[in-house]
């Protein structure tokens, strides 16, 4: 949201240069999370109080990235595949790894596919689901236990 405040040229970098600084990122780190994000202060989501105008204090959150690759390069746009622990803010990833290379950056594209065990190649898009007959959906239907393995019967 908003306007572009400042642009920076993007240095010249190799695939390799750019994949040391990408590897940098990975392994144990504490990350604050953004004004924008849902997560609450007394009750209100920051992203509310930003778009207030307004700045809170945040706490650095633990975080694991495990794997941070290039899968295209082609100056000044990547691609990568970021595996991290829940709660990592992958645009903060972004944004810090701009501020690494001293050009900025930001994303035009994030979308997930993995969760826990779950990954985009067990998903359905809806048109395909409402295409099935009712006994595939339900031999496709997976017990609460499988889902939420805190869940006590």
Known sequence: EGE???????????????????????????????????????????????????EVEREPRFIRISAFDITRFASPEIDFVLRCTKGTYV?????????????GAYLSALRRTATGKFTIDQCLTLDAIQAL????????????HQVVPSFAL
Request: hydrophobic share 40%; proline share 11%; glycine share 6%.
């Open 133 to 144: 007959p009712l006994p595939e959906i339900e031999k496709r239907l997976l017990p609460v």
């Open 4 to 54: 572009v405040l400042e642009t920076r040229p993007v240095p010249s970098l190799s695939a390799d240069e750019l994949a040391a600084a990408m590897k940098t990122f990975v392994g144990d780190q504490y990350q604050t999370p953004p004004m924008y994000a849902a997560i609450k202060i007394d009750g209100v989501p920051l992203y509310k109080l930003a778009r207030k105008g307004e």
């Open 91 to 103: 645009r903060t990833v972004a944004h810090d790894l701009g501020a690494k290379l001293g050009c």
